[in-house]
């Protein structure tokens, strides 16, 4: 494996990038807005602003030798763009590899000519350029990015737009997914450019396609050069006028068809084009929210439908804006108008006078039931798009909720499960790969009916999302009324009949998947990982040079960028994520918690670690003064030459010292190459304590086994990784894949060798390893024998939601020695399956407003929770009486052979004792007989053939009966963990 290439270079660009880019390049949970997912923000061009791009430049057809992108300075002073950057990516590639510094001065009023790659055809040359680079250029679609600073930008997706140096953007074409606005730019070709026609910020209105016209600072265009002016050419002599031409065919008459001939068989309509007159019964009605028209059906359809005699769909939408507000919901119509595709989707578009309604009612319509649920095949989707349906319980489930605060959609999945991420459930290759991308046909986007944007307008209220009826990812979505089939933007959905106005009244109930504590996960010490969502106690509002994101009143949230700050803008933005934070933490009922994103205090100027001394304290406040100590990691750094770690957010480690004592200090793996891109981990040796009297020996807690648990961070999925350069790409692992495994290895190495030293032999490593179950990171810890304790103990837990797909990408990994002592395993979801809406940050985001107190959308991970048993040394008991000694009295326990007489006590006919003589042979057989050794070898090879965890939730086998002998009075330990176990009892 190759040695890692980072360091101070990668740390000042880093710092150079912004909050956004940092994010992407750290694996950071993004703040609001810099969720991959998102939409791009607006980028507001300012004096300087991209006013041309050409892609198309020496290629197939074109006349132009060379790429260019066009600069215009608006403002009346000239203006140096020296120490500039212009940045290159393809449609859905990410920026780091394409990109040039720029020098030289934009003139008032003018333009600057950026010439880029030559092709190999085209004839005609640019005029002189003003820079000269030689990025390539897609002629068809990609994003061309101007930054104010020097050094690659380094971002993805539609988080590029956040980026607080990108001084213009501009993305284009099909697929493009780094745009300002709401959607890219139209598609050029190779004799085609972008030119910009207005500065809003949003590409998809601002740029026209049209012929290039490159121009320089000098006012030069393509093909101009300055000669001798041509002679003056005589006027020529008027000719005849010529013959009048027959007049035009008057508009062809519209054609009376059914509704069934206008949708044809196909994707798009035969009668494309064709003036019609049809009938229907109307079933669905926009009148408001934009869509403007409404649906009509063929009478008396609709019902249980059986696709092997069904030809095609029998509704079509109707586009009126003049007439939507004349019908209703049960209308017998007639409508005439022009067939037409918009957006892919079959329409009528009906003028004033082309809606009539019938005197006579037609027959009503029945929706459609679907036997074996939603289709998949595009074919069978087409042949009832717009037709009314109503789905079947169980089948759709809520996969994706990120852009139901913005566009009114819920992603549903068919069939009674979110859909999960290839990587959480087989190992990355082909058939993983396979997988992943076939995931996309399992989607229906179930829509409000409205095209409203409400992040740009903020005033009215979201569809779907209430605290009343809460929309989380995994849960059941039941219909009371049916919806339409319909498909627009490239996505099928599933229409409500009317805009969407209230859960009330919009005829889909949602299940509530929310749980108020975490299932039970036994054991005598339990340890957890929780993500803060970037936790910082200095705030935005105090620290010159920070940018805020604001709500819609104006007020900032959290810091946007200028600074390296994360987090809460202003007190009160800090108290309302505090207190979600200390509500999730405190319910974990967990003894020690790894934390992830929490504020590096140290790193700011600050006393090490008060970020989360400040924690601790609000958590004393909730659960009682002395409940939570915290880690101290400032004397740990400053052993290794440290003043703490190299980023502005780190790891951290809080724990109840009533249940846990600390042995040792801090142990951090500081200044290695494989962690420079991410979160150094961070360790402690724990010892657990019992102070209870039955087991205070001289008034002294006791102590238990000791066992060694980390905290990790590694690398984002988001970002490109030089250490990646050369490898296919791999849609399942993401980016940096590379830097993971390498961060991985390290992980285990030092894991091993600090446990080794500390003399511990139970290592436990938690926190956002940002690689799914079964992707390559993990698999080093597998072969190394240790096991994932939430693929294990709940294998249909996941952590995380991207994408429309869940999984884990937090994990509690334990050394097999560890793992005997595991007692359960969960993931408390009440993040990853909530709405980013209902984050602290997106406060008064909205007319309606999802902020509650409470644990639930604390973060965006879930907490992973995981029981152990402490390793408490057993106290024996008495042995009862011998049978001399017992009582005469015939009442007495035992008698007449009652279950605990001494000879007939449970566990008699135990194999390895004999007639129940040395604890009724149960002891005895546990540690020696051979039913106990069969038990130990069978789940021995049980564990070792699914060392991360049963792919397939199905039952897993335990660690055996944990019964007590009566008599003796000793534990007795069947199954794998039986040696293991009475090891720790003999040492004890």
Do not use: C
């Given at each position: 494996m190759s040695s890692t290439a980072h360091g101070p270079g990668l740390r000042s660009r880093l710092t150079r990038v912004g909050s956004a880019a940092a994010a992407l390049a750290l694996g950071l949970s993004l703040a609001p807005g810099l969720t991959l997912a998102a939409q791009a923000a607006v980028v507001s061009p300012g004096d300087i602003r991209i006013n041309e791009v050409y892609g198309g430049g020496g290629n197939s057809g074109a006349d132009l030798t060379h790429d260019f992108v066009e600069l215009t300075n608006t403002s009346d002073a000239d203006i140096d763009i020296t120490g500039w950057t212009l940045d290159y990516a393809s449609a859905t590639g990410s920026f780091g590899n394409s990109s040039m510094e720029l020098t030289g001065t934009v003139p008032a009023g003018g333009t600057f000519l950026i010439q880029l790659a030559q092709g190999n055809g085209g004839s005609t040359p640019l005029p002189a350029p003003d820079a000269t680079g030689n990025l390539a250029m897609g002629g068809s679609a990609g994003t061309v990015a101007l930054t104010d600073t020097e050094g690659a930008l380094v971002c993805s997706a539609t988080a590029c737009s956040e980026d607080p140096t990108v001084i213009d953007l501009v993305g284009w074409g099909n697929g493009a997914n780094k745009y300002s606005g709401e959607a890219p730019a139209a598609a050029t070709s190779n004799t085609t450019s972008l030119s910009r026609i207005a500065a809003s910020g949003e590409n998809s209105t601002d740029f026209e396609v049209g012929a290039p016209t490159p121009t320089n600072s000098a006012g030069e265009s393509a093909g101009e050069s300055p000669g001798e002016p041509e002679e003056p050419v005589d006027p020529e002599e008027p000719g005849e006028p010529e013959e009048p031409g027959e007049p035009e065919e008057p508009p062809a008459e519209p054609t009376e068809v059914s509704i069934a001939e206008i949708q044809g068989t196909g994707a798009a309509s035969p009668l494309e084009g064709q003036p019609v007159t049809t009938e229907g019964v109307v079933t669905a009605v926009y009148a408001t929210g934009g869509l403007n028209g409404y649906v009509i059906q063929t009478a008396g359809t609709g019902g249980a439908l059986d696709f092997s005699t069904h030809d095609g769909s029998t509704a079509v939408f109707v586009y009126s804006p003049q007439t939507a507000s004349d019908v209703e919901i049960g209308d017998s119509v007639r409508v005439t108008g022009e067939v037409a595709e918009f957006n892919e989707s079959t329409q009528v578009t009906v003028g004033t006078e082309g809606l009539e309604h019938l005197e006579a009612p037609l027959d009503p319509v029945e929706p459609l039931t679907l036997e074996d649920g939603f289709p998949v095949e595009q074919e069978r989707r087409e042949s009832i798009e717009h037709m009314l349906y109503l789905p079947g319980e169980g089948d759709f489930t809520v996969t994706d909720v990120y852009d139901t605060g913005r566009f009114g959609e819920v992603t549903l999945a068919i069939g009674d499960q979110p859909l999960l991420q290839a990587g959480d459930i087989m190992r990355p290759g082909e058939e993983a790969t396979a997988y992943f991308e076939g995931r996309e046909e399992l989607k229906v986007l179930l829509?409000?009916?409205?095209?409203?944007?409400?992040?740009?307008?903020?005033?009215?209220?979201?569809?779907?999302?209430?605290?009343?009826?809460?929309?989380?990812?995994?849960?059941?979505?039941?219909?009371?009324?049916?919806?339409?089939?319909?498909?627009?933007?490239?996505?099928?959905?599933?229409?409500?009949?009317?805009?969407?106005?209230?859960?009330?009244?919009?005829?889909?109930?949602?299940?509530?998947?929310?749980?108020?504590?975490?299932?039970?996960?036994?054991?005598?010490?339990?340890v957890a990982t929780f993500n803060v969502l970037n936790y910082f106690t200095t705030l935005g509002e105090d620290t010159p040079g920070c940018e805020p994101y604001t709500n819609m009143h104006g007020e900032g949230t959290t810091v946007r960028g200028g600074c390296d700050l994360r987090g809460a803008w202003g007190a009160e933005d800090l108290e309302r994520q505090q207190s979600k934070i200390v509500d999730a933490i405190s319910g974990t009922d967990a003894d020690v918690v790894g934390l992830t994103e929490i504020e590096n205090s140290a790193r700011l100027g600050e006393d090490a670690d008060e970020a989360t001394a400040t924690l601790v304290a609000a958590l004393d406040e909730k659960d009682g003064e002395g409940t939570w100590a915290f880690v101290p990691t400032g004397d740990a750094y400053a052993e290794l030459g440290l003043d703490g770690g190299q980023d502005a957010i780190t790891n951290a480690i809080i724990y109840r010292p009533a249940a846990v004592t600390p042995q040792g200090g801090a142990q951090i793996l500081a200044d290695h190459d494989a962690f420079d891109n991410a979160r150094e981990p961070i360790g402690q040796v724990f010892v657990p304590v019992s102070g209870e009297a039955d087991e205070a020996v001289e008034g002294e807690a006791?102590?238990?086994?000791?066992?060694?648990?980390?905290?990790?961070?590694?690398?984002?999925?988001?970002?490109?990784?030089?250490?990646?350069?050369?490898?296919?790409?791999?849609?399942?692992?993401?980016?940096?894949?590379?830097?993971?495994?390498?961060?991985?290895?390290?992980?285990?190495?030092?894991?091993?060798?600090?446990?080794?030293?500390?003399?511990?032999?139970?290592?436990?490593?938690?926190?956002?390893?940002?690689?799914?179950?079964?992707?390559?990171?993990?698999?080093?810890?597998?072969?190394?024998?240790?096991?994932?304790?939430?693929?294990?103990?709940?294998?249909?837990?996941?952590?995380?939601?991207?994408?429309?797909?869940?999984?884990?990408?937090?994990?509690?990994?334990?050394?097999?020695?560890?793992?005997?002592?595991?007692?359960?395993?969960?993931?408390?979801?009440?993040?990853?399956?909530?709405?980013?809406?209902?984050?602290?940050g997106r406060y008064q985001n909205n007319a309606t407003d999802l902020h509650e107190d409470g644990p639930f959308a604390s973060s965006d991970h879930d907490p992973i929770i995981v029981g152990l048993e402490a390793g408490f040394p057993e106290t024996e008991t008495p042995a009862p009486p011998a049978e001399d000694d017992a009582p005469d009295d015939g009442d007495a326990p035992g008698e007449g052979g009652e279950p605990g007489d001494g000879d007939d006590a449970p566990g008699e006919d135990a194999p390895g004792g004999a007639d129940g003589q040395d604890g009724a042979g149960t002891s005895a057989g546990t540690s020696a007989g051979t039913g106990t050794a069969d038990g130990a070898e069978e789940g021995a090879s049980t564990e070792a053939a699914r060392p991360g965890g049963n792919l397939s939730a199905l039952a897993r086998t335990g660690f055996g009966a944990l019964p007590f002998a009566a008599g003796a009075g000793l534990l007795v330990i069947a199954g794998i963990g039986a040696t293991r176990l009475q090891g720790r009892l003999d040492r004890s």
């Open positions: 829509d409000d009916g409205r095209t409203t944007n409400f992040q740009n307008s903020p005033d009215q209220p979201m569809s779907w999302l209430t605290t009343e009826e809460p929309v989380r990812v995994g849960a059941a979505a039941s219909f009371t009324e049916p919806v339409v089939v319909t498909y627009s933007f490239g996505a099928w959905k599933l229409n409500t009949t009317t805009p969407w106005d209230s859960a009330e009244t919009d005829g889909v109930d949602f299940e509530n998947t929310r749980s108020d504590t975490p299932a039970e996960v036994g054991g005598d010490v339990k006791v102590e238990g086994e000791p066992f060694f648990f980390t905290i990790n961070h590694f690398k984002s999925k988001g970002s490109s990784d030089a250490e990646d350069s050369g490898l296919a790409e791999d849609p399942v692992q993401g980016n940096a894949r590379t830097s993971r495994l390498q961060q991985a290895e390290a992980l285990l190495a030092w894991g091993e060798e600090t446990a080794a030293e500390q003399g511990v032999e139970d290592v436990l490593h938690g926190g956002d390893f940002n690689a799914y179950t079964q992707e390559e990171p993990l698999q080093l810890f597998y072969e190394q024998g240790f096991m994932n304790l939430g693929a294990e103990h709940d294998p249909e837990g996941w952590s995380y939601s991207y994408g429309g797909m869940v999984g884990s990408l937090d994990h509690v990994i334990g050394s097999a020695s560890a793992a005997e002592r595991v007692t359960g395993a969960t993931d408390w979801q009440i993040n990853g399956p909530e709405t980013v809406m209902a984050q602290y």
